[in-house]
């Protein structure tokens, strides 16, 4: 089992629409969270990060983090075609500083 | 300008040559990584460096040699290329030992034949 889990997509959306990107953890050590957002053939880019349970919003992002649970979300409001990007959930064990990372979603926003 | 960047883009090798990637950064960071993204997409970290000192080595097997000239460098070394090495790698900077924003190159494709 990974220690961090994403349902591989591909999601397909219409614009517009309320996209949510769901993550699964097991290592309790996680203390914080973070999106990245990775275009095709690009690199990987930080779009937020959490530390405690609850949400943290900016701009049409809201990240999500329930540790009870051990569930992570990321929502986009409105979304767009340029939304359109792999999205990968990660966390540090023990707050150092090795990521680890969820396989990502695939996203597709359609016109 | 460039954050952190990587050469080459591309790379085609035939199976048993040795190569190397090199990285760079320009952000000041005093922590560098190597990770490798498989064809699933799948991303999971090689080495880091921090101020030129080894700190993460995960299994990876000995070909693979990481070298870190200076904190703004960090290049990656394959010897004996074999086709399961064919992926994408990405080198990656922060600050600091949190790794809570880790910059990522644009990755280099590397195809062994």
């Known amino acids: 089992q990974k220690e961090v889990e994403q349902d591989p997509g591909p999601l397909s959306v219409p614009e517009g629409a309320i996209v949510s990107l769901n993550c699964t953890y097991s290592n309790s050590a996680f203390q914080y969270f973070m999106w990245y957002r990775q275009y095709s053939r690009k690199g990987p880019e930080l779009l937020m990060y959490t530390y405690s349970s609850g949400n943290k919003e900016d701009g049409r992002f809201t990240a999500q983090v329930d540790k009870s649970s051990k569930y992570i979300s990321l929502f986009i409001r409105d979304s767009q075609p340029s939304d359109s990007a792999t999205y990968l959930c990660a966390a540090p064990p023990g707050g150092g500083n090795k990521l680890t990372f969820g396989t990502g979603t695939q996203l597709k926003v359609e016109l | 300008d460039t954050a952190v960047s990587q050469t080459p883009k591309y790379l085609v090798t035939q199976m048993g040559n040795d190569k190397s990637i090199k990285c760079e950064q320009n952000l000041g960071h005093d922590t560098m990584y190597w990770y490798k993204q498989d064809s699933k997409k799948f991303l999971k970290i090689m080495f880091s460096?921090?101020?030129?000192?080894?700190?993460i080595n995960e299994t990876v097997p000995n070909r693979f040699s990481p070298k870190s000239p200076d904190k703004a460098h960090l290049n990656l070394h394959i010897n004996s290329l074999e086709l399961g090495d064919s992926a994408v790698y990405f080198c990656a900077s922060s600050q600091g030992n949190r790794g809570t924003e880790a910059f990522f190159g644009q990755g280099t494709r590397l195809t062994v034949v």
């Open positions: 460096y921090n101020n030129k000192e080894l700190i």
